[in-house]
């Protein structure tokens, strides 16, 4: 259902047909707790690489905002390796996950390239959760679909998994 949610929301940005967001890894459930205290206020930002438009990591971070139904969040540019919980942004395609949080690899986008994002909840060098955005068609901050698109990124991120209605040993 969150998928759906995610691209009704980039419909209305306009850019449904081509943003796509791959949760890797949510919030395990036993840790959700995380998913409160990395929203409201002004939470770290780690940002490697650079989007198509060539936008500087101060610019990434402040057009980047929380999303929607969650505590209003915005994002303060955090310095490598400063641990605690923060986000990682990884321009151009990086893989995301707990090298991320311990040795990220973003690089910068050719112009005219699709934008590509792997952000990466970590706490200290640990990973919590894991999301991927390609959005053919955004250039990054100076683009009108950007907010949206980052919005159903971090949403994807931010959520914690829900727990199984079924567990196996109920039969």
């Known amino acids: 259902m969150r998928p759906a949610l995610a691209l009704a929301a980039l419909a209305l940005a306009g850019c449904a047909d081509s943003v796509r967001v791959f949760n890797a890894s949510p919030i395990p459930q036993h840790r959700a707790d995380i998913s409160r205290a990395a929203t409201g206020g002004i939470q770290a930002l780690e940002v490697h690489g650079a989007p198509p438009d060539g ?18 969040t915005r994002y303060a540019l955090a310095a490598p390796g400063e641990g605690g919980l923060r986000t990682v942004f990884e321009f151009g395609g990086a893989a995301g996950g707990q090298a991320s949080c311990r040795a990220p690899r973003g690089s910068a986008q050719a112009p005219g390239a699709d934008m590509q994002i ?29 907010e949206a698109a980052v919005r159903a990124l971090l949403r994807e991120l931010l959520t914690p998994e829900r727990p199984q209605m079924f567990p196996r040993f109920l039969r």
């Not at 936008?55 to 209003?72: I, L």
């Not at 909840?121 to 053919?136: E, H, I, N, Y």
């Open 55 to 72: 936008a500087a990591p101060e610019a990434v971070a402040a057009a980047t905002t929380g999303p929607a139904g969650f505590r209003p």
């Open 118 to 146: 792997a952000a990466t909840l970590c706490q200290g060098s640990g990973d919590v959760s894991t999301a991927t955005l390609r959005a053919p068609g955004v250039a990054g901050p100076s683009s009108p679909g950007y």
